[in-house]
């Protein structure tokens, strides 16, 4: 970082941008880790906009931070936020602050603004707003995945690593857009030992992923009945679901795992097909989970 170094003309042509857009630049600087230069500003409320493929607002978590802002009587944490491609701005990590203050009255937020557009794709790793669950976060990846796609389609999906975080959610959000309440949870320990990044070009990849999706599905498929029949005899515990997952997990605990995803559904798939309803007890499936 250098204190007397002029600002580069990519940060010149952001700041105009931004008093273009009616905003105020407040400060350019090189940010302390590695030097890039930024913009920190007030962005007009009207130009920002959460980036088109992150998760939905949470009205509980928007009335919250409006408690805290009017209590405190300050806003005091500045969104992050790029160009957004047909004008005004991105927030990646910002939607919920936001969202608050222009619901508060406002017109104006307070925006470290990066001339680096990548940034709006590193959504899971710059979220400090609200803890993601996870259908928040593989929503996010699916419709990210679109977004890159269309973007960049001769990329390998094993390049966006970072951006996803984790290989299987996006086929997660492949189901849980097809079903909201589909049961992930139940799946990710096993998903995320066996469902890594493709070595493929994105378009290729998302055919496998919808492919992998399908197979998840079917494992699922045969998991519904089975929980249905405990129920019916009278077992009301929430964990029936993943205790029965957990009886058929083909992987366990094992910190290397040489199957392939398709030959752990397969044996998933003959596990459950070769379970007895009516014998099934619910101690078992307690156990299996401890396994």
Excluded at 5 to 25: C, F, K, S
Excluded at 116 to 133: R, W
Excluded at 165 to 182: I, K, Q
Excluded at 274 to 281: C, I
């Amino acid at each position: 970082m250098d204190p007397v170094a002029a600002p580069p003309p990519e940060i010149e042509a952001l700041a105009a941008a931004i008093r273009a857009e009616g905003g105020q630049v407040l400060a350019v600087y090189q940010e302390p880790y590695k030097g890039h230069w930024q913009v920190f500003a007030l962005l007009p409320l009207a130009k920002v906009r959460p980036t088109p493929f992150q998760r939905d607002l949470s009205e509980a978590h928007v009335e919250r931070l409006k408690e805290v802002i009017a209590k405190l009587g300050r806003f005091l944490d500045p969104i992050v936020a790029v160009r957004a491609p047909d004008g005004g701005f991105w927030t990646p990590n910002g939607n919920h602050r936001r969202e608050a203050l222009l619901q508060l009255g406002r017109t104006h937020i307070p925006a470290v603004v990066v001339p680096d557009p990548a940034v709006a794709f590193e959504i899971l790793a710059l979220n400090t707003e609200k803890a993601h669950n996870l259908k928040e976060k593989a929503l996010e990846v699916i419709r990210m995945y679109r977004a890159l796609l269309a973007a960049e389609p001769t990329r390998k999906e094993k390049e966006f690593a970072f951006q996803f975080e984790e290989a299987y959610l996006a086929t997660l959000g492949l189901l849980y857009e097809e079903n909201e309440r589909f049961p992930g949870s139940a799946y990710a320990p096993i998903l995320r030992k066996v469902d890594l990044f493709l070595d493929l070009e994105l378009p290729l990849a998302l055919e496998e992923r919808k492919r992998r999706a399908e197979l998840l599905k079917e494992v699922d498929g045969l998991v519904e009945p089975l929980v249905q029949a405990l129920r019916a005899r009278g077992y009301t515990q929430p964990f029936l679901r993943h205790g029965l997952v957990s009886k058929v997990n083909p992987v366990k605990r094992k910190r290397i795992v040489t199957l392939s995803y398709e030959e752990v559904m397969r044996r998933m798939k003959a596990a459950l097909s070769s379970l007895d309803p009516a014998k099934l007890k619910v101690e078992e499936l307690a156990a299996a989970m401890e396994e």
